[in-house]
T-cell receptor
Framework: TQLLEQSPQFLSIQEGENLTVYCNSS?????LQWYRQEPGEGPVLLVT?????EVKKLKRLTFQFGDARKDSSLHITAAQPGDTGLYLC???????????FGTGTRLTIIP | NAGVTQTPKFQVLKTGQSMTLQCAQD?????MSWYRQDPGMGLRLIHY???????DQGEVPNGYNVSRSTTEDFPLRLLSAAPSQTSVYFC???????????????FGNGTRLTVT
């Protein structure tokens, strides 16, 4: 079983600060997805990265896939209270019908 | 546009009881799956299906059964509930067999199950 570990597990910062959360594995993944989950709801896809070294931006969120396709990071610039939620990374390999999720980072932005 | 609908939202069972968690999607998606979410453990795959009549096991299938008689529905059955099955259960669907490449997973809003 391929494992994905996310760090930190919890993060609480002030509005306006920058932050980075990480998703790491000892295994190679063909692609990696980031989801955000709000209380009482299911996760919602933010981005998919498929190429080693790929960087994708979604407004104030920057996602990077490691060169070796074993790790990924999510950087948020000038965090806002609306960024609060559980961030989950999920990895998959081509030809495999299963998506393996990490343990999650619970982010709280304090106004 | 309903997406993925899960019922019930909350359920309390006694040890040994059985029940079925319902999941329906109206997007004509081929792929459907069930995850459980526990604190500090992320989402773990229970069972999945790549089309009507086809199901397979995920990471934690013991104690759960599934069937896929139609494209729209993918119920999850607990045969004899145990306290270890206390969790939040999510159903998810995707347009294709290989969600990460061609389309994302669309999740329902979950069923919170407590087994006493």
């Amino acid at each position: 079983t391929q494992l994905l570990e996310q760090s930190p597990q919890f993060l609480s910062i002030q509005e306006g600060e920058n932050l980075t959360v990480y998703c790491n594995s000892s295994s190679v993944f063909s692609s990696l997805q980031w989801y955000r989950q709000e209380p009482g709801e299911g996760p919602v896809l933010l981005v998919t990265v498929v190429t080693g070294g790929e960087v994708k931006k979604l407004k104030r969120l920057t996602f990077q896939f490691g060169d070796a396709r074993k790790d990924s990071s999510l950087h948020i610039t000038a965090a806002q209270p609306g960024d609060t939620g559980l961030y989950l990374c999920g990895g998959a390999n081509f030809g495999n019908e299963k998506l393996t999720f990490g343990t999650g980072t619970r982010l709280t932005i304090i106004p | 546009n309903a997406g993925v609908t899960q019922t019930p939202k909350f359920q309390v069972l006694k040890t040994g009881q059985s029940m079925t968690l319902q999941c329906a999607q109206d997007m004509n998606h081929e792929y459907m799956s069930w995850y459980r979410q526990d604190p500090g453990m992320g989402l773990r795959l229970i069972h999945y299906s790549v089309g009507a009549g086809i199901t397979d096991q995920g990471e934690v299938p013991n104690g759960y059964n599934v069937s896929r008689s139609t494209t729209e529905d993918f119920p999850l059955r607990l045969l004899s509930a145990a306290p270890s099955q206390t969790s939040v259960y999510f159903c998810a669907s995707s347009q294709t067999h290989y969600p990460p490449y061609n389309s994302p997973l669309h999740f329902g809003n979950g069923t919170r199950l407590t087994v006493t």
